[in-house]
């Protein structure tokens, strides 16, 4: 892995290993690596046990494929139409409280939704699969083709699939396409109070 990805303390390397490209292969996912890697996401940590995240997936070749591909921005679609799944991660924010006439926010429902999008990721990553989330797409235009009710918010649209060379991509997409890396541990991170600048 390139030298943006050396840890400063020493973790397992799931985490340093794990990235986003933008090349895919094209081949179509096995469904059942589809659900494995959904399964882990079912499993992720959830305040009061709510699990409010929802995931509405497309397998590489169906309608519902390219139903989740035509709410991606154009520069988002150039690429990601060679992945094998899509999917998009959704939460729920409301809850119904037993003696309470109005419903209830989840207030932790976007935290976590993110566990399940990472907990996902990770188990791609164990299967030899590569998971790339977007926030470019057209949130009007997703809940009305997917018919998302209000009281769920729309997060990412997540392309799944095998890593492909990345030759298949736009020049300029060319140069981008190797791991990243982080800003300092110490930019992130303060004792006892808010310390951060920008």
């Known amino acids: 892995m390139a030298a943006a990805r ?19 292969t094209g081949e179509a996912l096995d469904q059942g690596a589809l659900m494995t890697c959904l399964e ?5 940590p959830s305040g009061s046990n709510l699990q409010p995240w929802r995931f509405i997936y497309g397998l590489r070749g169906t309608p519902a ?7 991606l921005v ?11 799944a899509l999917l998009i991660v959704l939460s729920r924010t409301q809850r119904t409280v037993p003696g309470k006439d109005e419903p209830q926010a989840i207030v932790s429902h ?7 999008w990472m907990s996902l990721a990770l188990q791609a990553q164990a299967l030899g699969l590569h998971a790339h989330a977007m926030g470019g797409f057209d ?20 392309a799944l699939g095998r890593r492909g060379d990345a030759s298949l991509l736009p020049p300029a997409l060319q140069e981008r396409e190797a791991p990243s890396g982080r ?14 600048e920008g």
């Open 6 to 24: 050396q840890p400063e303390y020493r973790i397992d390397p799931q985490f340093t290993e794990r990235w986003s490209p933008r090349a895919f």
């Open 183 to 196: 800003v300092p541990l110490a930019t992130l991170v303060a004792e006892g109070r808010f310390g951060f």
């Open 110 to 116: 976007a935290f976590d939704a993110g566990a399940a």
């Open 40 to 44: 882990a996401a079912r499993w992720a």
């Open 74 to 84: 154009e520069s988002n679609r150039a690429w990601a139409q060679n992945a094998g």
């Open 65 to 71: 494929f390219d139903t989740l591909l035509s709410t």
């Open 139 to 158: 949130r009007a235009k997703a809940r009305e083709v997917l018919a998302v009710p209000e009281d769920h918010a729309m997060h990412a649209v997540v």
